[in-house]
């Protein structure tokens, strides 16, 4: 596609439900990101993915949150038994290659907001 | 512990004039820091990237500089306008892919 698509782009939900964030990135990205952003702070790093493995998942805050890339291309970021701090807004990004090539451009979709009741 | 520091508080201008933005860092060994814009709703988008060996950068009306000894970077819009209004987010690269970002500072350019 054009450009990275998330989905939804808001998600209301109790505490204790689960919850699914879906990333399309563009077409021939080997390399996806999900970041949190909480409100009046920077994106904070969760997972990066080089084709279908997690390469790097040291931001995942704890076992609560899961992300799979089955085919390489669409990414499902996965919260069970959501608690109220786990509100705000989920990042995706993608790039072309990813690391060890130089510079490393991200190019971000506009995030799903998460709010847990 | 590692840190970045952008200005914590907002930026109120008049149009026309420059808008200079501060971003410090301790305890990281950026290869390159990366700038960023992002509007209300929506996600962050790429402006310009500097790497260590280099001073300064420019594309347009904006301007970059990259201080590795005093570590700062320095992010200037210069004859601001109103669409310039926007939150400017610093990224650090950290292990090539990894970017830490600052908290931003929110720049507002008055008419």
């Known amino acids: 596609g054009a450009g990275v698509s998330q989905t939804p782009s808001n998600k209301v939900t109790e505490k204790g439900k689960y919850v699914e964030l879906r990333c399309d990135p563009i077409?021939?990205?080997?390399?996806l990101y999900w970041y949190r952003q909480s409100l009046g702070q920077g994106p904070e790093f969760l997972i990066y993915f080089q084709g279908t493995g997690a390469a790097d998942d040291s931001g995942l805050p704890n076992d609560r949150f899961f992300a799979v890339r089955p085919e390489g291309s669409v990414s499902t970021l996965k919260i069970q038994r959501t608690e109220r701090g786990d509100s705000a807004v989920y990042l995706c990004?993608?790039?072309?290659?990813?690391?060890?090539?130089?510079?490393?451009?991200?190019?971000f979709g506009a995030g799903s907001r998460l709010t847990v009741l | 512990s590692q840190k970045i520091e952008q200005n914590s508080e907002a930026l109120n201008i008049q149009e026309g004039k420059t808008a200079t933005l501060t971003c410090n860092y301790t305890n990281y060994s950026p290869a390159y820091l990366q700038w960023y814009r992002q509007d209300p709703g929506r996600g962050p988008v790429f402006l310009l990237l500097?790497?260590?060996?280099?001073k300064e950068k420019r594309k347009e009306r904006l301007k970059v500089t990259f201080d590795t000894t005093l570590k700062q970077s320095l992010f200037h819009i210069t004859a601001s306008q109103p669409a310039d209004s926007a939150t400017y987010l610093c990224a650090l690269v950290v292990n090539d892919y990894k970017l830490s970002f600052g908290a931003g500072t929110t720049v507002t350019v008055r008419a």
């Open positions: 500097i790497r260590e060996n280099e």
């Open positions: 990004a993608s790039s072309y290659r990813g690391g060890g090539s130089g510079a490393n451009v991200l190019t």
């Open positions: 077409s021939g990205h080997t390399a």
